[in-house]
């Protein structure tokens, strides 16, 4: 890579001269005229190493990837084209022929289909309402946004049982109104809303950083030139909002796409995923089958990634500055009959949003300090500070799985963060396929966790034969390096849309300054991207705290364990001691948040993103 | 200071081509610009001396030094964009002093003091603190210069600097960057695609179209004798037709040309080879043709060595100094200046020396 | 080159830095080399430095290269064995055997259980643990299908394995020896629904979404897939199913899906353990909400074995560690922490254990034998049918 402009360059070597003859050149007599670089080794140094980080972070950033990713999922990979050591297509040929999965495969993009729809509309106005009003709590609000994201499975399902089952809260309250009971335990709605509950916070996240960057007065020029408020919106707002729509579609879809656990839990074996079956062949060690699954279900959510991808890029529109509109009162001056109507909406949308969101987990909290027979308890709290004090030295005990959480989701910050920007970087350069390059780098968005999972016992905990020596990786560092190949894609995602458009005369003024272009990327790209870099970053740490599969195979060391694998620990047959472990992670992972969001600045001040 | 040297410069991106073998050498000191229609090759001939693109083929040198490979951060080069490019995060004091953190600024000065220094220079004292986008178009405009120029630059390269501000504002900015780059005596590029601009602001100008250099010379070589029907059509308002030669004059001083039914005679450049039967290109700016009522012109068809032609107003445009006329002659139309407003039947009458042959081919 | 020589190789290594990747990582001789190192031990399988993980836990005891008898016994195990919330064996066993026997147990609970270990033996990566507790008749037949080596040693002459009821024994070659076994039953709400007391039962009207499974990727769900193929007859129980699916029947993923389900009264039945009670009691839980239900007086067996691994080397360890598992005491105290019942007719109960513990009047479950060849197709044929629709 080399490191100059987004333009296409056919020297490799641009980075590289550092030691350029122009410098040296100068003579003396014209020293007060001319350059004046700074010319001493130490300044040469910094300039060459700086010159260089960008390629060498690339080098990096692709060799964590290869061995932490590529390599360990092509050892399952390769279990579908070479059986008994021959290679062949036959197990694509039966599952592409097998009616069977034929229509499992259908089941499954129809109910992702839907899931994306759902999520987006539950999404949208959520993005609407933090981007565009202000009101008390509505950073914290937005921090917490993909909050949801980063709930193991279980505790959703036993938060949507609560919430919408025969007995949960919605029927209570249809009662009071004389609706009701309505079924969703076991239909594709349940499915569907737990889908939502996960993704559409996704979707608002994304939208809220492009609507907050919205240019302000491309819309007056619309309203100037005769359109109504509605219109200019249409016209101009969403046309701006579109690629930040499309892309938290497209990951709803990649995600829901490859669904399970909680396929299984709300919805039952009937409604199964293609995911159910990688699944099933994997445990019962069918690997050709899971394989060839699991590479079909990567191909279609990486084909439609890359149109994704390719539409982004034909998109970008060239932006300096952002300009956001003001944000409006959520409390009106005046109750205009419009103002009344838009409040009604809103007012409308909490309720919903609060069956969605918030009773899922608050039935959560509630279980945690319930007793069997009802009555208010902290004997599921008791059990985890017991679990701390007395805990033997193999169980999972609460402190250390807080610890560790924390300490795994602040490495994967420090290495998902640059890992993303870089591959940013990388694939917004102008050259042919750079959104192959940009789609593939993606791809661990869209392999299947169990997979990963299996390909990193394999590659990396079994080890390597190199030369008669066995290499294996395991323990911390390797989960750090697995929680940051998970979560920069995320960055990568929230950075690109930004990077793309930021006006490619203001990197070169700097270069031009005399900025190297890991010191442009420092100094202009990323201040002016920061709200993507923060979302990318709450992200990465929402991914972190959250990571299960890789996290349990690599945690060789029995002291390894995360808050997620307490949770699945502490889960029997009462649901208390797991529903306060997931308390604590709610606790812990809520404040992260906020402290990323905190520490990512007055976002909303300077620089938008996205 | 600093020549600038480009020898054979080519850029291709995939099939097309940007820049096709560009030779020019521009001086010390020298306000060298580039001008052309948008697509002609000359911002990207800006990129390459700045070094954000690096030549498919050819050499660029600066003070005969070939700066293949060298980064842009390394070329010493101070570069204003159209745009302006300033950095929004950053305050005006901030944005000028950018540059200061790699390179120290020339003389004795703090990077403070070089601000301070740079922002008067341009009338701006006293805006360190301001955010660009609180700044007038103007303003910013400066303000990049002010950035460009703080680090004490080798070559400053203009892209354009002023096309996105309102006429007014662009005479007197164009004056000031006159006056500060030969205070500095810094050698300037500047890209514009306005050649009047050009015109008045340049030492030298390259005249490019299509990827080529079309023509280098000072703006009156330029205005005056073209070289080319392109740098003819595209620099000034000028009246240019195709004829076929019918009769060299013994001295060879002089060839007649037959168009539109008439002769027309053209002094001969010394640079050019004529023959009998040649199609050449003339042109005639509309400032050398004088412009007669038909009727007042009667009797004086014959005399003298001008050319003369008679034709109807087509229109007049009346811009207060002069009076841009619109004159049909068969089948073109000429444009002519007179005082005021005129129409009906006119006789065009120019000399031949004001007639300049641009191409010639058999 | 020892352990000691080794493990500093590792740590300059991973000094060196040559990457950062490389500091979680290790290095070991492979293979054939052992002759050229100058390793009079000639096994570097004991403990291998492959991923730390006894080591990690217990300040890295060697073992297996010393001569003398082995002194640490390292068993693999699931981990609701270790560290359930409720209540679990496996901090008791390792005191009462580490006190006897003066050695220490580590124990091993590798993400994917005994996948891990079939893993492993295909990749020649070393496998640390002497011993499995916790295999099932499946479990076999997956070893048995996808090892490329014998992963398990037949078990020698153990002591008190005489006492094993015979019902339970389920390897043919005598490698899994039965210490413990859970049956799966119905567990229903009385207030809600009278249980059927047969399979037939539970396509009546009156059940319709009544019932909640599980998966047959759970324990739980295959024992109940395994009972109706069993009671209801290898033809037929796909036409049975298919009524039980007409009828409603709920089949989730996991146990803790539809046990968390039927916990918030979202159906009054669940297929669970027979051992229901014993847990209520001790949450002082309302009885009449985990009423026991047999259907047609039968509950499948889950037996669950210990083997040892064909390469560990501490084999009389091994030995002694099963001997300890059966004695009647210890088979007590197992069964009652880890909420099972004991594989041997000897085995001490407490009585009050017996009351909430219910043991089918006839326990059926199938034979090595009978699983084999079949288990796949019978499930796979379930699973075309069920999620076919």
């Not at chain 1, 003396?28 to 980080?53: F, I, M, Q």
């Not at chain 1, 008791?382 to 679990?387: G, H, I, Q, S, T």
């Not at chain 2, 205005?223 to 195709?242: E, H, I, K, L, Q």
Request: hydrophobic fraction near 45%.
């Amino acid at each position: 890579m080399t490191g100059s402009t987004p333009g296409t360059d056919s020297s490799p070597a641009t980075d590289g001269g550092v030691d350029a003859p122009v410098s040296d050149a100068d003579t003396a007599d014209e020293a007060s005229r001319s350059t004046g670089r700074s010319d001493d080794r130490r300044g040469r140094l910094v300039r060459g190493t700086e010159a260089r980080a960008l390629q060498a972070g690339a080098i990096v950033t692709a060799a964590l990837l290869v061995v932490v990713f590529f390599y360990p999922v092509s050892t399952v990979f390769i279990e579908a084209v070479v059986v008994d050591g021959s290679p062949t297509l036959s197990a694509f040929v039966d599952i592409l022929t097998d009616r069977f999965y034929l229509d499992i495969f259908a089941f499954t993009a129809y109910q992702a289909a839907l899931s994306t729809v759902l999520s987006v509309a539950i999404g949208l106005p959520a993005a609407w309402l933090l981007a565009r009003f202000e009101f008390p709590g509505r950073r914290t609000l937005r921090s917490l946004t993909i909050l949801p994201f980063v709930l193991p499975s279980i505790m959703v399902a036993v938060g949507f049982v609560a919430t919408f089952g025969r007995n949960g809260t919605l029927n209570s309250a249809l009662a009071i109104v004389g609706l009701g009971p309505v079924e969703l335990m076991f239909t594709l709605k349940a499915i569907l809303i737990a889908h939502a509950f996960y993704n559409a916070p996704l979707v608002a996240r994304i939208v809220t950083a492009a609507w907050e960057s919205v240019d302000a007065r491309a819309i007056e020029t619309a309203r100037s030139l005769g359109a109504s408020p509605l219109r200019a919106t249409l016209d101009v707002v969403v046309p701006q909002l579109m690629p930040a729509i499309l892309m938290g579609a497209a990951l709803t879809f990649i995600f829901t796409f490859a669904s399970f656990p909680i396929v299984l839990a709300l919805g039952g074996y009937g409604l199964a995923t293609i995911e159910v079956f990688i699944y099933r062949q994997l445990i019962n060690l069918n690997y050709t089958e899971a394989a060839a699954l699991a590479i079909i279900e990567l191909v279609i959510s990486l084909g439609l990634l890359y149109g994704y991808l390719r539409y982004e890029d034909a998109k970008r529109i060239s932006r300096r500055g952002v300009h956001p509109p003001p944000r409006r009162s959520l409390l009106p001056d005046r109750w205009t009959p419009k103002a009344a109507m838009t409040r009604l909406a809103i007012a409308g949308y909490a309720v919903i949003a609060a069956f969605v969101f918030l009773s899922p987990i608050v039935s959560m909290i509630l279980a945690s300090v319930t007793a069997s027979d009802g009555s208010f308890t902290l004997a599921h709290y008791a059990f985890l500070v017991e679990r701390q004090a007395t805990g033997a030295s193999f169980q999972v005990r609460p402190l250390g799985a807080i610890r560790n959480s924390l300490m795994f989701a602040l490495g994967t910050l420090a290495v998902a963060v640059p890992m993303g920007v870089v591959v940013s970087v990388v694939t917004t350069r102008r050259y042919r396929g750079r959104k192959l390059v940009d789609a593939i780098a993606m791809a661990p968005l869209a392999v299947s966790g169990i997979i990963v999972g299996l390909g990193l016992l394999r590659g990396l905990v079994f080890g390597v034969e190199i030369a008669g020596w066995r290499i294996a990786v395991g323990g911390s560092l390797a989960i750090v390096a697995a929680h940051a190949v998970s979560a920069y894609p995320f960055v990568t995602r929230n950075v690109t849309p930004g990077l793309a458009a930021i006006d490619r005369s203001m990197i070169e003024s700097a270069r031009s300054l005399g900025a190297t272009r890991t010191r442009t990327l420092l100094d202009i790209e990323l201040p002016l991207v920061r709200a993507g870099v923060v979302a990318g970053a709450a992200f990465a740490v929402a991914i972190s705290i959250g990571e299960f599969n890789s996290t349990i195979v690599l945690a060789t060391g029995s002291g390894e364990y995360t808050m997620p694998v307490a949770i699945e620990r502490y889960l029997g047959r009462r649901l208390g001691p797991a529903t306060a472990m997931g308390c604590v992670l709610l606790v812990v992972t809520a404040a992260s948040f906020v402290v990323v969001d905190r520490f990512g600045g007055d976002v909303e001040e300077r620089g938008g993103g996205l | 200071m600093t020549t600038i040297e480009l020898d054979g410069v080519s850029k291709r991106y995939g099939e097309t081509t940007a820049i096709a073998d560009a030779t020019l050498s521009i001086a010390d000191s020298e306000f060298f610009t580039l001008v052309g229609p948008s697509g002609c090759g000359k911002t990207t001939t800006l990129r390459l001396i700045a070094g954000f693109e690096e030549p498919t083929s050819g050499t660029i040198r600066f003070d005969g030094e070939d700066v293949a490979g060298v980064p842009p951060e390394n070329r010493g080069v101070g570069v204003v964009f159209q745009n302006y490019a300033l950095f929004p995060h950053m305050t005006v004091a901030e944005n000028v002093g950018y540059g200061l953190q790699f390179t120290d600024p020339p003389g004795d000065l703090s990077p403070d003091e070089r601000v301070q220094e740079l922002l008067a220079l341009v009338d701006l004292a006293g805006m360190d603190d301001r955010d660009p986008d609180s700044l007038s178009g103007g303003q910013q405009q400066r303000v990049a210069l002010a950035r460009a120029l703080a680090p004490g630059p080798r070559v400053l390269l203009l892209d354009e600097p002023m096309s996105a501000l309102d006429a007014q504002l662009r005479e007197s900015l164009r004056l000031q960057l006159k006056r500060i780059q030969s205070e500095l005596g810094i050698t300037t590029v500047y890209v514009t695609h306005d050649q009047e601009e050009a015109l008045s602001v340049s030492d030298r100008v390259a005249v490019l179209s299509g990827g080529a250099i079309e023509q280098i010379g000072t703006p009156q070589a330029i205005y005056r004798r073209p070289d080319t029907p392109f740098v003819a059509r595209f620099v000034g308002d000028n009246n240019v037709f195709s004829g076929r030669v019918t009769v060299i004059e013994q001295d060879d001083e002089t060839a007649t040309i037959a168009i539109e039914g008439a002769s027309i005679h053209a002094a001969i450049p010394a640079d050019r080879s004529i023959d009998r039967g040649d199609t050449v290109t003339i042109c005639v700016r509309p400032e050398y043709v004088s412009v007669t009522a038909s009727e007042d012109d009667r009797g004086k068809k014959s005399g003298g060595e001008l050319n003369r032609l008679t034709g109807s107003v087509v229109s007049s445009e009346f811009l207060g100094e002069t009076t841009r006329v619109h004159v049909s002659w068969g089948e073109t139309e000429l444009l002519v200046r007179t005082t005021d407003p005129i129409d009906g039947q006119v006789t065009l009458a120019f000399d031949p020396d004001a007639v300049r042959i641009v191409s010639v081919g058999s | 080159m020892t352990n000691i020589d080794r493990r500093r190789f590792i740590r300059s290594a991973g000094a060196a830095g040559t990457a950062v990747l490389l500091a979680g990582c290790s290095a070991e001789r492979t293979g054939n080399g052992n002759g050229d190192d100058g390793n009079g031990n000639g096994d570097d399988g004991g403990n291998g430095g492959d991923d730390g993980n006894a080591n990690g836990s217990d300040d890295g005891t060697a073992n297996g290269d010393s001569d003398d008898e082995p002194t640490t016994l390292t068993v693999g195990t699931y981990e609701s064995f270790l560290d359930a919330p409720s209540t679990s064996p496996g901090e008791w066993l390792k005191g009462a055997f580490e006190d006897e026997y003066d050695v220490e147990l580590v124990w091993e609970t590798p993400s994917n259980g005994l996948n891990n270990y079939i893993e492993r033996s295909n990749a020649g990566s070393t496998i640390e643990a002497d011993l499995y507790l916790g295999v099932t008749t499946d479990d076999l037949i997956r070893v048995d299908e996808n090892a490329d080596e014998s992963l398990f040693a037949a078990a020698g002459e153990i002591e008190g394995a005489a006492d094993i009821r015979e019902q339970l024994v389920f390897d043919p070659d005598n490698r899994a020896v039965p210490f413990e076994t859970g049956y799966i039953s119905l567990v229903y709400d009385e207030n809600e629904t009278e249980a059927p007391e047969t399979f037939e039962g539970l396509l009546e009207e009156d059940h319709r979404g009544e019932l909640l499974a599980q998966s047959p990727e759970s324990q739980t769900g295959r024992a109940f897939l395994l009972h109706t193929i069993y009671t209801i007859g290898e033809e037929e129980y796909l036409d049975y199913w298919a009524e039980l699916q007409d009828n409603d029947v709920r089949v989730l993923g996991s146990w803790s899906d539809s046990y968390a389900a039927y916990t918030e009264g979202e159906a009054p039945m669940v297929v669970s353990y027979s051992t229901d009670q014993v847990f209520a009691n001790m949450e002082d839980a309302d009885l009449s909400k985990h009423q026991i239900r047999f259907l047609n007086d039968q509950a499948y067996a889950n037996p669950e074995g210990m083997a040892r691994f064909a390469d560990s080397e501490a084999i009389d360890l091994a030995e002694s560690f099963m001997s300890f598992v059966l004695r009647p005491d210890v088979q007590g105290e197992i069964a009652e922490r880890n909420v099972v019942f004991p594989a041997t007719s000897t085995a001490e109960l407490d009585p009050e254990y017996d009351e909430f513990a219910h043991e089918p009047p006839e326990p059926v479950t199938f034979t090595y034998d009978e699983l084999q060849g079949n288990l796949s197709d019978w499930v796979d044929a379930w699973n075309r049918q069920f999620a076919g629709n």
